[in-house]
């Protein structure tokens, strides 16, 4: 399967512990992006790539969270300091540079912090 | 980002054409109109895209009105595996642009048997 994968698809910590979430994009893919998705909301951007710069953060993306994307392959989305609101799901999705920028899901990381 | 306008819910027959509107009476020329569509617990998933034309593939058929204020998700042949929520997002598809997608609320297909 050469979609987009992430590790691991779920996940239960308790509140103050840290978490780090993976993402391996399309391998062709040079953009890789981060959304959470809570309950009966569609998806909200956090942060893009373009391969190993980080170009863009949402106001979503408080001081706890941290993204990195080394030598432009996979990705790693880290929260410290869990809180019971970061309780969600984790969508990573990769494109490639041109022309219409169709994105390409993963299944998604779930999120419970108790 | 123009911001669209879908129904929350809608149902459908199995076999029968599923037709989702979707307003966007701001957009702008030089947006697309996407379609994503989400089954319940895996990540969304691309359908078409459209600047002005209607457009087809293998998942479904997009048509957009002359004026580009609305546009149509056609499923023609709808099956229980089409129950999802499906979200209408216009946005400029530009390589110097982020073009995170925004997405709404959706609208949620029922595929009855």
């Given at each position: 399967?050469?979609?987009?994968?992430?590790?691991?698809?779920h996940?239960?910590?308790?509140?103050?512990?840290?978490?780090?979430?993976?993402?391996?994009?399309?391998?062709?893919?040079?953009?890789?992006?981060?959304?959470?998705?809570?309950?009966?909301?569609?998806?909200?951007?956090?942060?893009?790539?373009?391969?190993?710069?980080?170009?863009?953060?949402?106001?979503?993306?408080?001081?706890?969270?941290?993204?990195?994307?080394?030598?432009?392959?996979?990705?790693?989305?880290?929260?410290?300091?869990?809180?019971?609101g970061?309780?969600?799901?984790?969508?990573?999705?990769?494109?490639?540079?041109?022309?219409?920028?169709?994105?390409?899901?993963g299944?998604?990381?779930?999120?419970?912090?108790? | 980002?123009?911001?669209?306008?879908?129904?929350?819910?809608?149902?459908?027959?199995?076999?029968?054409?599923?037709?989702l509107?979707?307003?966007?009476?701001?957009?702008?020329?030089?947006?697309?109109?996407?379609w994503?569509?989400?089954?319940?617990?895996?990540?969304?998933?691309?359908?078409?895209?459209?600047?002005?034309?209607n457009?087809?593939?293998?998942?479904a058929?997009?048509?957009?009105?002359?004026?580009?204020?609305?546009?149509?998700?056609?499923l023609?042949?709808?099956?229980?595996?089409?129950?999802?929520?499906?979200?209408?997002?216009?946005?400029?598809?530009?390589?110097?642009?982020?073009?995170?997608?925004?997405?709404?609320?959706?609208?949620?297909?029922?595929?009855?048997?």
């Amino acid at each position: 399967d050469t979609g987009v994968s992430q590790d691991p698809r779920h996940k239960i910590t308790k509140r103050g512990q840290n978490v780090t979430f993976r993402c391996d994009p399309i391998s062709e893919h040079n953009r890789l992006y981060w959304y959470r998705q809570t309950l009966g909301q569609g998806p909200e951007f956090l942060t893009y790539f373009q391969n190993e710069a980080q170009l863009e953060k949402s106001r979503l993306l408080s001081d706890r969270f941290s993204a990195e994307r080394p030598k432009g392959s996979f990705s790693t989305l880290e929260i410290q300091r869990t809180e019971q609101g970061d309780s969600a799901m984790y969508l990573c999705a990769s494109s490639p540079r041109a022309p219409y920028n169709e994105q390409f899901f993963g299944p998604g990381t779930r999120l419970t912090v108790l | 980002d123009a911001k669209t306008t879908q129904p929350p819910s809608m149902d459908c027959a199995e076999g029968r054409a599923a037709n989702l509107p979707c307003n966007h009476s701001t957009i702008s020329g030089n947006e697309y109109v996407y379609w994503y569509r989400q089954i319940h617990s895996q990540g969304p998933q691309y359908i078409i895209h459209g600047l002005k034309n209607n457009e087809t593939n293998e998942m479904a058929s997009l048509i957009i009105t002359e004026d580009r204020k609305s546009s149509t998700l056609i499923l023609p042949h709808a099956t229980l595996r089409d129950t999802a929520v499906y979200y209408c997002i216009v946005r400029v598809a530009d390589n110097n642009a982020g073009n995170m997608l925004t997405f709404g609320g959706g609208t949620r297909l029922m595929v009855k048997p």
